[in-house]
């Protein structure tokens, strides 16, 4: 079959090269329909059913834009979450979804589209950089996810909102946690950069046989993208790599 993927706002959901999220996918799928919604369109999910959904990083004053445009549509959200349809929101994106965006320095603290409870606070002095490598469901034990956080915000969610992976190395939504970004169903959050999917191949296959179970996932450039991605597993994998701000801290 051939695949729908909406990629919202892109005029302001630009940053850290992620968008090469969704050009990767193109590549591998070059029958795919890519639809890119700006921010005075209506939204593709709003009447149709895409079969991924993505938003990448945005400036603060884009989160707070995105917001405004989504919240409308939260109940559509809601339905084609439970309903199994395929998101994947990636860095700061998954804020946009929480219950509130709190930013002293720049002074706001804004209610998000409360698609889940969490909660992000900015700190636009306090930019954590670090990595993160940890495993998901998706692939198997000896392929885990690697990528690379630099953000001004850290969130806060209670234990039941599942996370996207647990961190072996690196922290998770904040600092004093190893639970990275949000799961529920096929919706993907993560606070992750890199791009994901293009430092990813093994999770990029599982991805693309959720979206086509039909149809052999093919990769493109795989054996480029395997053979850069073993070369990074290696360099995780050097303790001499890791700093000690990348860990977990108790509270």
Request: charged share 25%; aromatic share 8%.
């Amino acid at each position: 079959m051939s695949l729908t993927i909406e990629m919202l706002f892109p005029e302001v959901a630009n940053l850290h090269g992620d968008n090469a999220n969704i050009a990767y996918l193109a590549q591998c799928r070059p029958d795919a329909r890519i639809v890119r919604t700006g921010l005075t369109d209506t939204p593709e999910f709003v009447s149709g059913r895409p079969d991924l959904v993505y938003l990448g990083p945005l400036t603060e004053q884009g989160q707070l834009k995105a917001i405004q445009r989504l919240k409308p549509h939260r109940k559509r959200i809601d339905d084609l979450i439970e309903s199994g349809t395929s998101f994947l929101f990636t860095h700061n994106a998954l804020e946009v979804f929480g219950t509130r965006i709190r930013n002293d320095e720049m002074g706001y603290d804004e209610p998000g589209v409360g698609v889940f409870q969490l909660e992000a606070t900015l700190k636009m002095f306090g930019r954590y950089n670090g990595k993160v490598i940890g495993r998901v469901p998706e692939v198997a034990v000896d392929a885990p996810v690697v990528g690379y956080k630099s953000q001004f915000s850290m969130v806060t969610a209670s234990d039941e909102v599942p996370g996207f992976l647990t961190a072996d190395r690196g922290i998770g939504r904040n600092t004093t946690t190893a639970v990275e970004g949000v799961r529920r169903n096929n919706f993907i959050g993560t606070s992750l950069i890199g791009p994901l999917l293009v430092m990813n191949p093994h999770f990029t296959r599982a991805l693309l046989g959720r979206l086509d179970p039909d149809s052999e996932p093919v990769l493109a450039h795989e054996r480029l993208a395997v053979q850069a991605y073993e070369a990074r597993l290696t360099d995780f994998g050097d303790d001499r790599r890791w700093h000690p701000f990348e860990r977990v801290q108790s509270r």
